[in-house]
C-alpha cells in the first residue's frame, strides 16, 4: 500500500469532522490503494456500514483534504450479508453467475478486501461469510463465464463478416478470461484498469502476459482476423482452461417470442414486443424471410444461398437483426448469447407513414424502418384506411344514382362527404385515424398536416378551398364531380405504395384491396388494437364487387 | 396381460404397443401394411416371429392382417387362438386422413370395428374391448361436449367423423351383449409432449405445412374457432392406465383432450412467430370466394385443406373430468405450448419452412412421411 495505516487514519479523523456516522457503524477503507494498486491521484475510499438500511444516497460524499479527493460511501451490514449468503448459496451455479452485475461484485469485492477501521465485530461478523478466497474462486468462474460468452459472440461476429465488432469483443472476452485467471490466483480486484499488474503479482507467465498485450493492444497487425480470433481463443483456452472452437457452426439463431412477421400485400413487416412496427425490404427482407431456426449457422447461410442466391453482406445482415434484438444468438443450440450491443434504428419520419399495403418505403432509407407510430394505432390507422376508401366507393355510387335520377341535392351532399373522407384517408396515412363524429375533420388536417412537405402540392388548399356550390343541373354535378376526381387521385397518391394499383377500377384490384383489409384484420387481431373491425367486416362482407360497378 | 391390438403401425398404436410391451405385457400387434414399427422419437419395436403361444412378457408379436375383412385376415386359427388367449382387445385401426367420400372410411372405420367386435363377442367368452374413438364424433356440435354425451342430434361435414360416429354406434350397441368395453376419445393427435417430435404427419400437419409455405394464404375460417390439440404419448399413455384398470370402467367413455384449446387466432400469431413462415388470413366464411385463389394456391386449397375447413368455424369444447377422476393425468401442456414444439421439430426436420428443400412431389403427397422418416434414430 502505498500510505501507512497510520496516515489513512488520519485522513478518517480529518473525514469523520465532516461525517457523522450513525451510531454502531463500522468503517472500512477500499479500493485501489487498499488493494495495494493506485497512486498518488488515486481517491480515497471510506466505507461506513450502518447496522440498519438507513436508505443513504448511493453517491458519494466527497471531501477535500491535503491533496486528496475522499469519497465516503454508505452500506448497510444487512444489505452486504444478503448478498454474501447469497453468494455463498449459489457460488458454483452457472446460471446465478451469469446474472451477477459487475457493480454487485465489484462493491463486495472491495469491501472483502478492504482494511478494518473501525468496529470490527461488526465488520468481521459480515467479512465471515464468505472467505476471500472463497470469493476469489467464485469471482474466477464469473469472469470465465463472461469471458466464455463474450468470445463465443465473437466466433459469431467473425463468421458473419463482422470483424471490426468481432474484434471488440475478442478484446472484451480475453480481459475477462485473463481477470479469471487472476482471480483464481487471489487476485480478485473487479475492475479491469489493474489487469496487467494483477497478472504480475500474481507471477503469470512472462510470455503470457506479452501475448495477451499484444492481442488486448491488437498491436499484430500482421494477423489476419482469423489467427487474431483462433490465437485470442488459445490464450483464453490457458487463461480459462475453457476451449472454444473458432467453429460459425456453433452458432445457432434463436427463435424470439414476440417478434413476429405479418405480410401486409407482398410487403414484410415485423412487429417487436407488441409495440413496433418495421417494414423490412430489400436483401433484408429475404434474408429475414429464410431463416432458419436452431440450426447451424453454417448451414443458415447455405440455406439462404440455396433458396435466394448469393446475397452481399448476408452475415452482417443476420447480425443486425440480432443487434435490434429479432433473433437471438445460441452456442450450440443451448444457452442464448446474451452479449451484443443491442441498438435501435431511429424511427423514419418526415412524411406520411401508411399505404394499403403497410408502412411506406423510403426509397433511401434502409432495409429496415422502424414506424414512429406505435402498432395499436398503425393496425387502427391501417384498417381506417382500407374501410374508409371502401366507404368512398360507396358513396360514388350514391353519387352515380343521383346524378341519374337529378337529384341534385343528394349529388351535392354525396361530393362534399366525399372530401370528408379525403380528410380522413391523409390522416390516416400519417397514424391519425381519427374516429367519429368528424365535425371539425378540416380544422384538424389544418392542425396535423399544414407543414408536411407532401403537401406543398397544394393538395390541402384544393381540399380546403373545395368549397360546395349549390348543383342546379347535370352540367354543375359533373363539374364538381370531375374536381373532386382530381383530388381522389392526388389523395391515392399519397395513400399508396407504389406496389398497389392507384385506383379500384377493376375486379383484381378490388380482389387486392379485400385481401389487403384481412392482412390487415389479422395483424390486428394479435395485437388487439381498436379497429372499426364489426363495420369493416360488415362492408367486407357484402364487398365482393367493387359497389359502384356494381 | 396378452393384449391384441390393431393399428399397431399408426402413431398412437406405435406408442401404445412399446408403452404396453415396456410394461410387460404381451402384445399381439395386427399390422396392415408396414413392416416395422417405429417411434416418434424414430427408435424401432423389436418384433418377435414366433407362435402366439410361444409369447412372453413383455414380447411384441406382429401380425399380418387387413381388419376390413372377416376374421381381420387372419387365419382361422390364429384368429381362434386370439379369442381364446387374449385378456383385452384394444382397436385403434382406423383411416384417419381426411377428404375422402364415406366409401373410403367404411371398410376399416366402420366394417373393421363391426369385424373388431366379433372377435371379441363370439368365441367362448366375451373379451373386454378398449376401443379408441375420437372427441370429433361431436361433429359441427358448438359449446361444450361433454363425455357421457354421444348422440346429440349432431350434424356431420367430415366423412371421417361420420364413420367414427357410426363405429362407435356399433360399439355403444355391443354393450347389450358385451358390458365390458370401454370408449376412448381423444382430439386431434400431435407429436409428443416434449418435443413435439412424431412420425406421422396427419391431421393438422399437412395443413400446417401449406400455411408455412405460403400454399394456401386465404381460406374461409374464424378467429375465434377452437382446435384441441393432444400429444401422442398423452394418448398411449391413458389408454396404457385404461387397459390396466380396465373392469373399474366398464361401460363408461373418456375425453384425453387437452384442458385448453388454441383459438384459430393463437394459430394465426403463433404461425407469425417464425420470419420464414406465411400466416393464412382468415376470410369470412360467407364472404370466401374460391374463384379468387390462384391456380396453384386453389389446388393446395382443395386437396390439404378443404377437407378440414369446418375446423375453422367451429366452437366447440371437450370436458375430460371423467378421465382426470378415473387416471393420473400428466400435468397438462397448454396447446399453445404444444403448437410451437410441433412447429419447432417441423421445422427442425425440414417439414415446413423450407420451400427450397421441399419439391413439388412432396407436397402432391401431404401425408408421406417417409422423407422426413429417414433422420437418424435420436436426433
Known amino acids: ?550 | 396381460m396378452k393384449i391384441f391390438l390393431t393399428g399397431a403401425s399408426g402413431g398412437v398404436g406405435t406408442e401404445t404397443t412399446f408403452e404396453l410391451s415396456q410394461k410387460g405385457h404381451e402384445v399381439f400387434a395386427l399390422i396392415h401394411r408396414k413392416k416395422e414399427l417405429i417411434r416418434y422419437n424414430r427408435k424401432k419395436i423389436i418384433m418377435e416371429e414366433k407362435p402366439l403361444k410361444e409369447s412372453k412378457p413383455s414380447d411384441v408379436i406382429a401380425l399380418k392382417g387387413d381388419i376390413s375383412k372377416k376374421k381381420l385376415g387372419l387365419s382361422d386359427e390364429i384368429y381362434t387362438e386370439i379369442q381364446d388367449s387374449v385378456d383385452l382387445i384394444i382397436h385403434l385401426a382406423a383411416r384417419v386422413e381426411f377428404g375422402r367420400e364415406d366409401e373410403y372410411y367404411t371398410p376399416v372405420n366402420v366394417d373393421g370395428t363391426r369385424h373388431v367386435l366379433e372377435l371379441a363377442n363370439s368365441g367362448k367368452r366375451k373379451i373386454p374391448l378398449l376401443y379408441v374413438s375420437t372427441a370429433y364424433i361431436s361433429g359441427e356440435t358448438t359449446g361444450l361436449f361433454k363425455e357421457s354425451q354421444f348422440d346429440v342430434n349432431q350434424h356431420f361435414t367430415v366423412s371421417y367423423e361420420k364413420s367414427k360416429f357410426k363405429a362407435e354406434t356399433l360399439v355403444r350397441e355391443a354393450l347389450d351383449i358385451n358390458n365390458q368395453i370401454v370408449i376412448l376419445r381423444p382430439s386431434i393427435v400431435v407429436g409428443a409432449a416434449k418435443n413435439g417430435a412424431t412420425r406421422a404427419f396427419k391431421t393438422i400437419y399437412p395443413i400446417l405445412r401449406v400455411f408455412c409455405g405460403g400454399m394456401v394464404r386465404s381460406l374461409p375460417g374464424e378467429y375465434n374457432a377452437l382446435l384441441n390439440l393432444i400429444p401422442v404419448d398423452y394418448v398411449s399413455n391413458s389408454i396404457v392406465q385404461l387397459a390396466e384398470n380396465m373392469s373399474k370402467f366398464y361401460g363408461r367413455t373418456f375425453h384425453i383432450v387437452n384442458d385448453k384449446s388454441i383459438t384459430t387466432r393463437d394459430l394465426s400469431n403463433i404461425l407469425a412467430e417464425y420470419p420464414s413462415f406465411y400466416v393464412p388470413r382468415y376470410i369470412s366464411p360467407v364472404k370466401f370466394n374460391i374463384d379468387s385463389l390462384e391456380k396453384q394456391e386453389r389446388r393446395y386449397y382443395e386437396l390439404v385443406v378443404y377437407p378440414y375447413i369446418s375446423y375453422f368455424k367451429r366452437r366447440v369444447e371437450f370436458s375430460n373430468e371423467e378421465l382426470k377422476k378415473a387416471i393420473d393425468m400428466p400435468k397438462n401442456i397448454d396447446g399453445i405450448t404444444i403448437l410451437r414444439r410441433v412447429l419447432n421439430y417441423c421445422l427442425k426436420i425440414g417439414y415446413v419452412g423450407r420451400p427450397a428443400e421441399i419439391t413439388l412431389d412432396d407436397y402432391r403427397d401431404m401425408a408421406n412421411d417417409e422423407k422426413f422418416n429417414k433422420i437418424k434414430e435420436g436426433e
Open chain 1, 1 to 550: 500500500m502505498i500510505y501507512s495505516e497510520e496516515y489513512i487514519k488520519k485522513l478518517l479523523d480529518h473525514t469523520l469532522t465532516r461525517v457523522t456516522p450513525p451510531a454502531g457503524a463500522g468503517i472500512v477503507f477500499e479500493g485501489s490503494i487498499a488493494e495495494g494498486f493506485g497512486n498518488a491521484g488515486s481517491d480515497i475510499d471510506f466505507l461506513i456500514v450502518t447496522e440498519k438500511d438507513e436508505n443513504r444516497p448511493v453517491l458519494p460524499l466527497i471531501i477535500f483534504h491535503d491533496g486528496k479527493r475522499i469519497e465516503v460511501r454508505y452500506r448497510a451490514a444487512t444489505v452486504l450479508k444478503d448478498q454474501l449468503q447469497a453468494l455463498a448459496k449459489h457460488k458454483n451455479n452457472k446460471k446465478v453467475l451469469k446474472k451477477l452485475l459487475e457493480d454487485t461484485m465489484n462493491r463486495l469485492q472491495r469491501f472483502l478486501h478492504s482494511l478494518t477501521l473501525t468496529n470490527e465485530p461488526l465488520i468481521n461478523s459480515i467479512k465471515n461469510i464468505l472467505s476471500y478466497e472463497d470469493f476469489s474462486i467464485l469471482t474466477s468462474n464469473w469472469f470465465k463465464v463472461r469471458a466464455v460468452e463474450r468470445l463465443e459472440y465473437a466466433v459469431a461476429l467473425n463468421g458473419l463478416g463482422e470483424t471490426g465488432s468481432a474484434k471488440n469483443w475478442i478484446q472484451a472476452g480475453i480481459i475477462e478470461a485473463a481477470k479469471s485467471w487472476a482471480a483464481q490466483h487471489g487476485e480478485a480486484y473487479i475492475s479491469k484498469k489493474w489487469t496487467f499488474h494483477q497478472l504480475e503479482r500474481g507471477n503469470a507467465d512472462k510470455d503470457i502476459i506479452k501475448k495477451f498485450k499484444t492481442l488486448y493492444f491488437d498491436s499484430d497487425k500482421s494477423l489476419s482476423n482469423d489467427d487474431y480470433l483462433t490465437k485470442a481463443l488459445e490464450l483464453a483456452e490457458y487463461f480459462t482452461g475453457e476451449k472454444i472452437p473458432n467453429n460459425l457452426g456453433k452458432v445457432r439463431i434463436k427463435r424470439k417470442i414476440n417478434v413476429t412477421t405479418w405480410h401486409l400485400g407482398e410487403n414484410i413487416h415485423v412487429i417487436r414486443d407488441k409495440k413496433d412496427v418495421m417494414l423490412m425490404s430489400g436483401d433484408t427482407g429475404k434474408v429475414w424471410k429464410n431463416l432458419l431456426f436452431e440450426t447451424s449457422m453454417t448451414e443458415v447461410l447455405d440455406y439462404i444461398k440455396k433458396s435466394i442466391g448469393e446475397i452481399k453482406d448476408v452475415g452482417k445482415i443476420i447480425v443486425k437483426l440480432q443487434k435490434l434484438q429479432l433473433i437471438d444468438f445460441s452456442w450450440g443450440g443451448k444457452k442464448k448469447i446474451a452479449v451484443g450491443n443491442l441498438f435501435d434504428i431511429p424511427p423514419t419520419v418526415g412524411f406520411s407513414q401508411l399505404a394499403f399495403d403497410g408502412m411506406i418505403k423510403d426509397e433511401n432509407g434502409d432495409d429496415i424502418q422502424l414506424s414512429p407510430v406505435p402498432v395499436k394505432k398503425f393496425t387502427y390507422s391501417g384498417i381506417s384506411l382500407i374501410f374508409i376508401n371502401i366507404v368512398v366507393e360507396n358513396t360514388w355510387e350514391d353519387f352515380y344514382g343521383a346524378l341519374k335520377n337529378e337529384q341534385w341535392s343528394v349529388c351535392e351532399h354525396r361530393l362534399r362527404e366525399m372530401v370528408r373522407h379525403f380528410c380522413m384517408l391523409l390522416l390516416c396515412s400519417f397514424g391519425l385515424a381519427p374516429d367519429p363524429p368528424l365535425e371539425d375533420i378540416y380544422e384538424d388536417l389544418i392542425y396535423y398536416l399544414k407543414n408536411t412537405k407532401k403537401f406543398e402540392n397544394d393538395l390541402m388548399n384544393e381540399i380546403l378551398s373545395f368549397e360546395p356550390v349549390i348543383i342546379r343541373n347535370a352540367d354543375e354535378a359533373n363539374e364538381l364531380k370531375d374536381k373532386v376526381e382530381v383530388i381522389l387521385k392526388k389523395v391515392r397518391n399519397i395513400i399508396t405504395n407504389d406496389l398497389f394499383p392507384n385506383c379500384f377500377d377493376s375486379e383484381d384490384d378490388w380482389q387486392k384491396a379485400l385481401d389487403l383489409a384481412y392482412d390487415w384484420v389479422r395483424m390486428s387481431a394479435y395485437v388487439d388494437s381498436k379497429f372499426p373491425v364489426e363495420e369493416a367486416r360488415d362492408l367486407l362482407a357484402t364487398g365482393g364487387g367493387q359497389p359502384h360497378l356494381g
